[in-house]
Each structure stands twice: as C-alpha cells, then as structure tokens.
C-alpha cells in the first residue's frame, strides 16, 4: 500500500509537471522554500488523517471520519458533503494526472514532428483515450496492479537519478546559491509579491496531494490500523526528504526561465523544453528524460488512481450517497464496474473544458489540489472543536495522544490558506482564456451535492452505519 500511495503521489513527476507556475510566480524560491512549506504542511495533515484512519479504517475515508467526529444530529449532512468533495477530488486528481502524461506526449509530437499542429481538442481526446485503457485494466486486470506497481516504483527512482544527474552534468553555468535560495521572479503580472509567491505554491502542493489512496483500499487490507498510519506517514515523509535535493538540483540548473517558457512546449511541458534547450534539440535525451511520468502511468499511476478513485464512489454509492446500483461488485471482475464507469465519464467531461480554455490544466490541477484539501480539513475542523468527544469507536494502533489538538490547529490553518490561495487567477489581468477555474469547479461540485442531498441523499444517505462501524473494529486487528 506505500507503494500505491507513492504511485498515486509521484511527488517529482507532478513537481515536473507544473514547475513553471513556481517560476512564473515567485521564482527558485517559491520553488524550493514553497516545497518545503507544502512538505510540512503535508506531514501535518497526513499525522492527522493516519490518526483517523487507524480508528476508522473504511474504504469511504474523509466523509467517513468526518461521519464519526460530527455531533450526531449533523453527521449525516456533513459527511454528505465531504463525501462529494473527496469523489470529487479523486476525479479531478484522475484528470490531472492523465492530462500531465497527454501533454508530455504531445510535447513530443510538437518538439519532433514538424508536420504536427497542436490543437487543444488533440489533448482532450489523447486524455479520453488514456482513461479508456486505465479504466479496461481496472475491471479486467486489476489482479496485476500490485506487480506493476513494482514496475513503477523503479521508474520512479531511476527518473529522479537520471534526471537530476543529467542536468547537474550538462549545465556548465549553472544557477549561484544565493539566486537558488532567494530569487523571487513574478511573471504572474499581480503586483502583490505575496500573492504572487503563494500561487506559485501550486507547483508543490500538488505533490503532497493524493497521497490518501491507500485509505480507499483499507478493507481489502489486514492489520489495517498498524500498516494503513505507515504507509500515508512512509509516502509523505520519504517522499518529501528525497524529492527535496532533486528540487534544489533543478534549481541550480534553470539558468534561462523566460528562454524556456518562450520555447515551442515551454508551457505545456516545462520540463520537455527545458531538456530540449539544454540537450541541443536531441530527441533521444528529450525523450528519454520525460518518457517516466508517461511509463509509469501505463504501467500503473493511471490504473490506480482509477481503481482509488473508483473505491471512493463505490463506498459512498453502498452509503446511499449515490443510487446503489452503482455499488454493484460483479461477480466474474471482483470489481465495481459501474463505479469504475461513472469515474471513466466524469474525467472524460472534465477533459473537455481544456478544448475552450488554455490554462484549464492549472485551474484544474487547482481544483484538484483543493477538493482534496476541504476533503481533509473537514475532519480536521471537526477535530478542533469538538475533539474526539462524538466519536465513539475506540483509538488505533496509531494515536497523537494528547497533541492532537495542536497539530490538528496547525494543519487545519495551512489547509486553509492553500484552499484560498489555489482559487485565485493565475494570471493578471484576468481574461475568459486565463481564468483559474478551480473555484468554479468546485462551487459547482458543491451545487451539484446540496441537489443530490434534497433529491436523494436527505432520504437515501445513512453516514456511517453500524455495520460499517463493526467493521471497522474488526479491521484493526
């Protein structure tokens, strides 16, 4: 399971992916100090939520801790609602990390053929056809998963050596220390310089995001209260001690931001660009030190983002938070087919707005990067004020003791500034082409729960039920 989290995570690979945002607003050291800040802020939240996952280990996650730390007369709309968000979150998260493997191929395409004329819609139907095969391996071939799994671990650390190594070997001038730990660059065009540092947190944040996927496999686990607290601290610990050198290493080596950005994929694959520069146009070396994301989602970040992501609808739906058929197990798969197409459709829509707006990868990766905070703050809130005074299930194997509430204050106040700072425009002056839509994605996602609740949850809905509850007790043992 940590290496599912580290799978669904891939910290440097999704740095890589949105590394021009840090250097567009804020510069190296929005870059560097911002992944430190993101790192902490991860570690707070993850020593909270494992916290909560020892106690309560269900694949429903969020909306089912929330369920247990509510007062009981509003447990039921509250986890309703974080229920969406967390659904939500996940899709968004299938979408972004798909997107990032569909540009970085049409990255390729731009940079090699000369033929070739970008077109917006190309990336859409390339993100559609990805989700396509993710979604066929999920239901027919997901016993294979835990095997490549192992496939994209190892591409993940040779990706990490070979890329910093490449450019640490192949920069001759590279970047001082003091530029590196200090620059601060705004090409945002906001003229608050704080502003402008903290958007450029998106590039991180989104590497500390997602790390939950082990939690929506928790009752397909044993000795879940021990191993499940491991593997989200190991993935957010690890990931951020090793992915740090390989941020300063990169640091030190982009000498010409504007040049990079300028360049024919500079703001669709920074990292593709930037090889290229450095490289001379060599197609080998472009190729091979970009070809990890892409390599590991078709081996499997794609497929288990896909089958995490089906997880969580799966458990709501049986929850009554969705019609039930679509918590149907088929017999032959063992897997819930139907949540696993409901999960296809919504990132294929969510695709499609890419076609009319040029920064919508951003906006969502935002939205993204958001939905899953709310959808861990919101036990995190319950936490600090009400403390574990409504939860009734004993504690697990994993416990704060009595600092809980103090890490829970802290990671609930970082929550809330990313939250507010990743709804902001990237870009200034704002114009229908470069507006961050992660606010409306998500404003949106919450009108389409608050119909849902008076439709069907408010009758259908039943939280966390008893039988869960048992279930949960079982599992910790």
């Given at each position: 399971m940590a290496f599912m989290s580290f799978c669904t995570s891939v910290t440097w690979e999704a740095l890589s992916s949105t590394m021009a945002q840090a250097l567009t607003s804020g510069?190296?050291?929005s870059l560097v100090w911002g992944f430190v800040a993101s790192a902490l802020g991860a570690l707070l939240i993850v020593l909270c939520v494992a916290e909560y996952a020892s106690m309560i280990p269900t694949a429903g996650g969020q909306y089912h801790y929330v369920a247990e730390l509510s007062p009981p007369r509003l447990r039921r709309i509250l986890s309703f609602y974080a229920g969406w968000m967390t659904m939500l979150g996940w899709v968004l998260c299938a979408l972004a990390g798909t997107f990032s493997s569909a540009m970085q191929i049409q990255a390729w395409a731009i940079l090699f053929s000369p033929d070739y004329v970008y077109e917006r819609w190309h990336t859409a139907l390339i993100v559609i056809g990805l989700?396509?095969?993710?979604?066929?391996?999920?239901?027919?071939?997901?016993?294979?998963?835990?095997?490549?799994?192992?496939?994209?671990?190892?591409?993940?650390?040779?990706?990490?050596f070979a890329t910093s190594?490449?450019?640490?070997?192949?920069v001759p001038e590279k970047n001082t220390a003091a530029y590196v730990f200090t620059d601060f660059t705004n090409l945002s065009g906001w003229d608050s310089p704080g502003i402008s540092w903290l958007i450029g947190l998106l590039t991180s944040a989104i590497g500390f995001v997602s790390w939950d996927s082990p939690i929506h496999m928790a009752e397909e686990m044993t000795n879940v209260s021990r191993d499940l607290p491991r593997a989200l601290l190991i993935n957010v610990?690890?990931?951020?001690?090793?992915?740090f050198p390989w941020v300063v290493a990169v640091a030190f080596c982009i000498t010409d931001i504007a040049g990079v950005l300028a360049g024919p994929v500079g703001t669709i694959s920074?990292?593709?660009?930037?090889?290229?520069?450095?490289?001379?146009?060599?197609?080998?070396?472009?190729?091979?030190?970009?070809?990890?994301l892409p390599v590991m989602s078709f081996c499997a970040v794609g497929s288990s983002v896909m089958t995490a992501t089906s997880r969580i609808i799966w458990s709501f739906a049986r929850d009554g938070g969705l019609p039930r058929a679509i918590a149907?197990?088929?017999?032959?798969?063992?897997?819930?087919?139907?949540?696993?197409?409901?999960t296809w459709v919504l990132v294929s829509a969510f695709s499609l707005i890419y076609v009319g707006n040029a920064t919508a990868f951003y906006g969502l990766s935002s939205a993204c990067t958001v939905a899953l905070l709310i959808s861990y703050a919101s036990p995190i809130l319950l936490n600090v004020i009400w403390g574990f005074s409504h939860c009734h299930l004993p504690k697990g194997a994993f416990t704060l003791g009595r600092y809980h509430r103090y890490v829970a204050v802290a990671a609930l106040a970082w929550s809330l500034c990313m939250i507010i700072m990743m709804c902001f425009p990237t870009y200034q002056p704002v114009t229908d082409l470069n507006m961050n839509y992660a606010s409306v994605v998500v404003c949106g996602g919450m009108v389409?729960?608050?119909?849902?609740?008076?439709?069907?949850?408010?009758?259908?809905?039943?939280?966390i039920t008893e039988e869960l509850d048992g279930s949960a007790s079982n599992h910790r043992h």
């Open positions: 510069g190296s050291s989700t396509s095969l993710f979604t066929i391996f999920a239901i027919f071939e997901v016993k294979y998963l835990h095997q490549l799994q192992f496939v994209a671990m190892f591409c993940h650390v040779v990706g990490y190594i490449y450019l640490l070997t192949h610990t690890v990931s951020a001690i090793a992915t920074f990292m593709a660009q930037l090889f290229y520069n450095i490289s001379g146009g060599n197609q080998a070396a472009t190729i091979g030190l970009t070809m990890f149907h197990v088929s017999d032959r798969t063992k897997t819930p087919i139907w949540a696993l197409v409901l389409v729960a608050t119909i849902a609740w008076f439709t069907y949850g408010r009758t259908n809905y039943v939280a």
